[in-house]
């Protein structure tokens, strides 16, 4: 099975512990995702207003996000 290396943050579905065979250039840890299959979407806008502000750049997102509830 591959790797998906997780970006997101506060997302339930990122591992708890970082991959041992991965780092990033600036030299953080790298988390690994734990559900078996995702499916990556194009980001996309009514009026292209993300677009313009990315770049064009990264315009990729899991479609299983689901942020952390967190209590405030």
Do not use: F, Q, W
């Amino acid at each position: 099975m591959p790797n998906v290396i997780c970006d997101m943050v506060k997302c339930k579905h990122r591992s708890k512990r970082p991959l041992r065979s991965y780092i990033k250039k600036s030299g953080e840890k790298c988390y690994g995702c734990t559900l078996d299959a995702i499916s990556i979407l194009r980001i996309t806008g009514p009026d292209n207003y993300v677009v313009e502000v990315i770049d064009g750049k990264n315009m990729a997102a899991c479609a299983y996000y689901d942020p952390i509830d967190e209590e405030d």
